[in-house]
């Protein structure tokens, strides 16, 4: 039960970037615990394993936000209690290796999970939406190669400089891996053969639908029809979604004392691009 059945939207927590110290804070009000306590009750053992192998406090922080966050997001759409979120079935079998690490999979849904820094993105639709989402923090530099490996040779041509150029590569960074993420290829495709078309051409320019673009080139057949939008993570962090075709969305937004879902400002949230970040 819970499928999220024919859909005409799909819901996110997103914004300016969900901080993951509010979904953990979340989950330990609901369960009057601290110290994470109460999130790590609301996810599977297999959740619990995956954020316990990261090494670094911050990352087993932000994975574990990440896990509970989509439970949380699914137990929203489909009407139930947020204490009910460890029952929630999610499937993170990896399809080529069978480890428990593969994107998330919810019968008769669409779900997507990112988490980058202290900011954690997730997206639940219906299944024929085929989500992917993507966020970013801004580094201060890029590694050597970046250009060759993501950047179609169009892209990189039209690069801006300076600080500009870095914000405008990791942009089209999270389209593509939300593009990629979408058809379940990951980061096993190539993203440097990967265009998606500018916001001058083949966008979608009314609203709800403000701001989605379709893929331009790809040899991956599954790409030919998948869209992507930028939406608004604020001024360190570049943020996008990917699906079948362009679909309004609902977006959440967590604070330590609940979430509840908000009315976008389309133009400002699914439509604009990040802003340069400050140094």
Not at 153 to 178: C, F, H, I, N, Y
Not at 198 to 216: D, E, F, K
Not at 246 to 266: F, K, L, N, S
Request: charged residues 25%; glycine residues 10%; contains cysteine.
């Amino acid at each position: 039960g819970g499928a999220i059945k024919g859909a005409n939207r799909f819901d996110t927590f997103w914004g300016a970037g969900e901080e993951a110290r509010d979904v953990l804070a979340t989950g330990d009000r609901l369960l009057g615990s601290t110290g994470g306590a109460g999130a790590a009750s609301l996810v599977s053992a297999a959740d619990r394993a995956a954020a316990d192998s990261r090494r670094a406090d911050l990352d087993r922080r932000r994975t574990l936000a990440g896990r509970l966050a989509l439970r949380f997001l699914a137990c929203a759409v489909q009407g139930r209690s947020w204490s009910d979120a460890a029952s929630v079935p999610v499937d993170r079998t990896c399809e080529h290796c069978s480890a428990p690490h593969g994107r998330p999979r919810i019968a008769g849904s669409s779900a997507s999970t990112s988490t980058s820094g202290r900011l954690v993105l997730v997206a639940v639709g219906d299944d024929a939406a085929r989500l992917g989402v993507d966020v970013e923090e801004y580094p201060e530099t890029l590694w050597d190669g970046f250009d060759d490996y993501a950047l179609h040779p169009s892209e990189r041509a039209a690069m801006p400089t300076g600080r500009d150029g870095l914000v405008r590569r990791v942009q089209v960074w999270t389209d593509k891996e939300a593009l990629l993420k979408s058809v379940g290829v990951g980061l096993r495709g190539e993203p440097s053969g990967l265009r998606v078309a500018a916001a001058s051409a083949g966008v979608t320019t009314a609203a709800p639908l403000l701001g989605w673009r379709p893929v331009a080139q790809s040899a991956d057949p599954r790409l030919a029809t998948a869209w992507t939008v930028t939406i608004n993570a604020g001024r360190r962090a570049a943020a996008s979604i990917a699906a079948a075709h362009p679909t309004p969305i609902r977006p959440w937004r967590m604070d330590r004392q609940g979430a509840e879902p908000v009315q976008p400002d389309v133009r400002r949230d699914t439509a604009a691009s990040v802003p340069a970040a400050t140094a």
